[in-house]
């Protein structure tokens, strides 16, 4: 059972007033893409094709000119379902960089504003159970359109809140949508670039050092400063003293597609990092299909072993404060001896 979502304390007219503004709110989650189990939005397949013929949306087409095609939402329920039908631009969330697409209440302005969808897609779609429905769409490209790929996506938004989520003193009405991707070229001079900044490590050391391992992070940032789609390949190494290697991890695939004009964070965990040395962590990054793109950076850091190094001085300290005492203690008891007689001697 769902639970019954918590009354604010100012009263039943504030929070009806909280709910009805949260119904107006999706929240700006990533689009999946195709599918959810429940409805799905596809490029319209040709007769006889099936659905999943094209997972996404992929034209090219120079500045000045219109393309034509269709979007297909598929509802795979069993009750019917409304949505509301609209085209964006995507993001990579900055934290992971996961690909996105903007709510609805956030203006595009890059391929999802050149898409115009059919007329009767202008308020909301109602798709009838194990049913579908093909709305024709446009991409009038405009005559100032720069070169390189812009990316956006078609997005079924269902009508129906699924949930109350509180944010702070105000509950907010959860909706689910569906987004399929829209690759669009406009030909010209392809200029792929990719770097790597704010190269970062922070770490986490045991009170007693080679007890147990100590632990790092190193973060990261990932830009995207050319005008095409790079899926980034990231290697990660270190060098500590002497140029001796602590850490190689070869170039990997991210698996994730870093857009034009994006910045992600990202991170590297390192489970048994250096717990005493001077160490160079340096990333590298490039991608497979543009095998000159390459860019590095690094950080350094001194690993010490602050609370072993700490005890060892305040033993150190104890030891020669009892040396200065025992020496204090003895000198006045080397004065009281009394001098021998030599007179006695005779």
Do not use: C
Not at 126 to 150: E, L, M, S, Y
Not at 253 to 271: C, D, F, M
Request: net charge positive; no cysteine; aromatic share 6%.
């Amino acid at each position: 059972m769902r639970p019954r979502p918590r009354i604010a304390p100012h009263g039943p007219l504030l929070t009806l007033l909280l709910l009805v503004a949260g119904l107006l709110l999706t929240p700006a989650t990533t689009a999946t893409a195709a599918d959810n189990g429940t409805w799905g939005v596809f490029p319209t397949p040709p007769g006889g094709a099936t659905m999943t013929d094209r997972a996404y949306f992929f034209h090219q087409g120079a500045a000045g000119t219109t393309v034509s095609d269709s979007v297909t939402v598929l509802n795979s329920s069993d009750r019917e379902l409304t949505f509301q039908i609209f085209a964006t631009d995507a993001v990579n969330t900055p934290a992971g960089g996961a690909f996105a697409l903007l709510p609805v209440d956030q203006k595009p302005k890059d391929v999802g504003a050149w898409t115009a969808l059919a007329p009767e897609a202008a308020t909301t779609v109602t798709v009838p159970p194990k049913g579908r429905k093909d709305i024709p769409f446009t991409v009038k490209v405009p005559q100032d359109a720069t070169p390189g790929d812009h990316v956006g996506g078609i997005v079924a938004l269902n009508t129906a809140v699924e949930g109350i989520r509180q944010e702070g003193k105000v509950q907010v009405g959860v909706k689910r949508q569906v987004g399929s991707r829209l690759y669009f070229r406009v030909p010209g001079p392809v200029t792929p670039g990719l770097s790597v900044e704010d190269v970062k490590v922070s770490r986490a050391a045991p009170l007693l050092p080679w007890v147990k391992n100590a632990r790092a992070t190193v973060s990261y940032t990932l830009v995207n400063r050319g005008n095409v789609v790079v899926e980034p390949k990231v290697a990660v190494s270190a060098e500590g003293l002497f140029g001796r290697t602590v850490l190689d991890r070869p170039a990997r695939e991210l698996k994730l597609v870093l857009l034009p004009g994006q910045r992600i964070e990202l991170t590297e965990p390192w489970a048994d990092a250096p717990q005493s040395d001077w160490v160079t962590v340096r990333i590298s990054a490039g991608a497979t299909a543009y095998p000159d793109l390459a860019s590095a950076s690094e950080a350094r850091f001194i690993a010490v072993p602050w609370p072993a190094l700490g005890a060892l001085l305040v033993l150190a300290g104890a030891a020669l404060t009892f040396l200065a005492l025992r020496r204090r203690r003895r000198s006045p008891a080397e004065q009281a001896e009394p001098a021998p007689d030599l007179a006695a001697t005779h």
